[in-house]
């Protein structure tokens, strides 16, 4: 069956214009700009039309960090929740991380990944492999068409899946093939901060507004310098997730003077982008997450980076929790919220405030995942790529209620919070999997192929 996408203004690989697209099947078939057609394209028979007047057609978002909790954790979120929270936020296609139970660090826990996906996911799907202090030889027999790379937790992660020793860093880094992606965050200088804070506060939970003091910079840039140190040395594909930190950003820029921004490259996320240490006066530990959203300056950095070439990667790391698990403090408090759904809208708040442009958004959050992990016929609208479309509209006014919130813990630091963007339609594979409040619940999205 065909489609046309009618009248949009189409943004894609830093051009906008209004135009048609005609999908054919799950595959886009054509782009004409409404300048070059002397007259309206006529529709043949059984045509679906969609008219985008008045909207922005984008490619599909790809999330390249998220947690969906499944499997192992399905009272707080799994893939059937998540990837219609996914579709309603404009994101056709997600890279799921290996902190799950059990962990996805053996080759028969990835493959019941892909079954459970290839069963339950209403988005695109892929998922990345964990190392551990002992698994490196099992990278040699990762299929690299179907996983995007290796997760790295050089801090703390849920599952114990911290790699602490040197010499099984050096293993990581010298034998993946594929691009690692890294959580870091030095933990004796995490540890030394807690026992600081609770004893100057004669508590063993310290208040949230802690966080970032605890989980502070020296803990971000210690452990990045040592995975960029190691990612150079062994000629390995590094990419930073989360990064949070000005002195991070600086370090980006230094690699920039020396031109390895081909190999190493650097994640931000909504949650770091939006929130400032400010925010934990009126959120509380809704917003604490790993590592910290810090101060302001902080902050302020970060958004800087998404124009300057230093932040290569817009994502969310979603990762949802109950609120009963939410309560407490620094030390005691869940750590991850859930953002997917309110993603791309929220990035185009920023652009509102200018911030970034749009098409630079499209770059950071379609084009760049793509380029990055090599994703095949994704993250671009072009003739012969899947037809995976999100069509947003502006000026459109509406606020964040309980009601509306599709991820399974039924809770987002957005609630309460005014947009005036709205994701109207989404289509993965040419399929409108979401459309102005439905997510089409019956629609499996595809596993996605590399390289």
């Known amino acids: 069956m065909k489609t046309i996408i009618k009248k949009g203004t189409i943004v894609n690989e830093g051009k906008s214009f209004v135009g048609d697209i005609i999908i054919d099947g799950d595959t886009i078939e054509k782009i004409v700009p409404s300048s070059e057609q002397p007259v309206p394209l006529q529709e043949e028979a059984g045509t679906e039309t969609i008219d985008a007047t008045g909207c922005y057609v984008l490619p599909g978002i790809i999330d390249e960090h998220v947690h969906f909790r499944e499997p192992g954790m399905t009272e707080k979120a799994d893939i059937d929740t ?42 695109n799907y892929s998922f990345f492999f964990g190392a551990t202090n002992d698994n490196s030889g099992l990278f040699a027999r990762l299929d690299e068409h179907r996983i995007p790379g290796i997760k790295l937790f050089m801090g703390s992660s849920t599952g114990n899946m ?14 993946a093939r594929l691009p690692i992606m890294a959580h870091c965050e030095d933990m004796s200088i995490i540890n030394h901060n807690m026992a600081i804070f609770k ?26 310098e040592k995975a960029i140190e190691l990612a150079i040395r062994h000629r390995a594909r590094l990419h930073i997730a989360h990064i949070s930190t000005q002195v991070e950003m600086e370090i980006m820029e230094e690699l920039i003077q020396e031109d390895c921004l081909h190999s190493i ?34 902050r302020e950095a970060l958004r ?37 759904q309110f993603s791309l809208v929220t990035m185009l708040e920023l652009v509102d405030e200018g911030v970034l442009t749009l098409e630079r958004l499209v770059e950071l959050m379609a084009h760049n995942p793509a380029r990055i992990f090599e994703v095949r016929q994704r993250g671009f609208l072009r003739p012969g790529y899947k037809a995976d479309i999100a069509i947003v509209r502006p000026h459109c006014e509406w606020t964040v209620t309980p009601d509306c919130i599709l991820s399974k813990c039924g809770w987002s630091p957005m609630e309460g919070h005014t947009y005036h963007w709205r994701v109207e339609k989404t289509l993965c594979n040419g399929h409108l999997v979401y459309n102005n409040g439905t997510v089409d619940c019956n629609y499996i999205g595809q596993p996605v192929m590399f390289r």
């Open 199 to 224: 004893d100057a506060f004669d508590t063993d939970d310290p208040e949230v507004r802690l966080h970032s003091l605890i989980r502070d910079e020296d803990a971000c840039m210690t452990s990045s």
């Open 265 to 298: 490259t650097a994640e931000a996320t909504v949650g770091h982008l939006f929130f400032s240490q400010a925010d934990y006066e009126r959120l509380g530990s809704k917003i604490k997450v790993n590592p910290a959203i810090k101060n302001f300056r902080d």
């Open 304 to 340: 800087k980076g998404l124009t300057d070439g230093r932040i290569s990667v817009v994502a969310t790391d979603h990762a949802p929790h109950l609120l009963s698990q939410k309560k407490g403090g620094a030390a005691r408090a869940a750590s991850g919220m859930p953002m997917i």
């Open 162 to 175: 911290l790699v602490d020793r040197d010499e099984a860093l050096k293993r990581i880094f010298a034998s």
């Open 82 to 123: 998540e990837s219609q929270a996914a579709a309603a936020g404009g994101v056709t296609t997600y890279f799921d991380m290996p902190n799950t139970v059990p962990q996805t660090t053996t080759l028969e826990a990835l493959e019941d990944k892909f079954r459970l996906a290839a069963a339950k996911s209403h988005v």
